[in-house]
Antibody
Framework: QITLKESGPTLVKPTQTLTLTCTFS??????????VGWIRQPPGKALEWLGN??????QRYNSALKSRLRITRDTEKQVVLRLTNVDPADTATYFC????????WGQGILVTVS | QSVLTQPPSVSAAPGRKVTISCSGS????????VSWYQQFPGTAPKLLIY???KRPSGIPDRFSGSKSGTSATLGITGLQTGDEADYYC???????????FGGGTKLTVL
């Protein structure tokens, strides 16, 4: 059974770095194309793909956030998202999901930048 | 502004059928598989349709998907009040080299 869960701070100050962890089970990051994706959703707005990781050095990023975003593998079952220099516009619910199928999602974590 | 275009809202009576459109371009829908997601307030999106028209285990056959050219459509028959939710289309964009989503469609079952 595949599960994912996001954890981290729910309040971050402007200009700080947001660090979120996705803890998952039921699958492993694989060079053959199984990974973890991050998606966010500002309140009342649409989904926005942030990026994904398949293996140690195989990541893809949303070009609009590429200069501020890093997704890394922390342990065998944890992936970390780091978003630098946050702004109130980064206030959103952040989801991690089984990638690329996006068939299993975490419950999401609402992060407020204020 | 989302890369994929969906109507902001659709509505229909219980028991009726509704369709939700998703319009894109050659770099996304035109050359990649489309997925559809259902999202209730305060919850994570749930995969309804993948690979244009396939349903994951547990998704009723009231939900269907189709694709033609650079557009995709989600169909829901036998509407129930429990179907009231936001629906999103999504696909890979070969030019942007990333996943793109539609702006979402709010379904109201009158």
């Amino acid at each position: 059974q595949i599960t994912l869960k996001e954890s981290g701070p729910t309040l971050v100050k402007p200009t700080q770095t947001l660090t979120l962890t996705c803890t998952f089970s039921g699958f492993s990051l694989s060079p053959s194309g199984v990974g973890v994706g991050w998606i966010r959703q500002p309140p009342g707005k649409a989904l926005e793909w942030l990026g994904n990781i398949f293996w140690e050095n195989d990541q893809r990023y949303n070009s609009a956030l590429k200069s501020r975003l890093r997704i890394t593998r922390d342990t065998e079952k944890q992936v970390v998202l780091r978003l630098t220099n946050v702004d109130p516009a980064d206030t959103a619910t952040y989801f991690c999901a089984h990638f690329p199928a996006l068939d299993y999602w975490g419950q999401g974590i609402l992060v407020t930048v204020s | 502004q989302s890369v994929l275009t969906q109507p902001p809202s659709v509505s229909a009576a219980p028991g009726r059928k509704v369709t939700i459109s998703c319009s894109g371009s050659d770099s996304n829908i035109g050359n990649n598989y489309v997925s559809w997601y259902q999202q209730f307030p305060g919850t994570a999106p749930k995969l309804l349709i993948y690979d244009n028209n396939k349903r994951p285990s547990g998704i009723p056959d009231r939900f269907s998907g189709s694709k033609s050219g650079t557009s995709a459509t989600l169909g829901i028959t036998g509407l129930q009040t429990g179907d009231e939710a936001d629906y999103y289309c999504g696909t890979w964009d070969s030019s942007l080299i990333g996943v793109v989503f539609g702006g979402g469609t709010k379904l109201t079952v009158l």
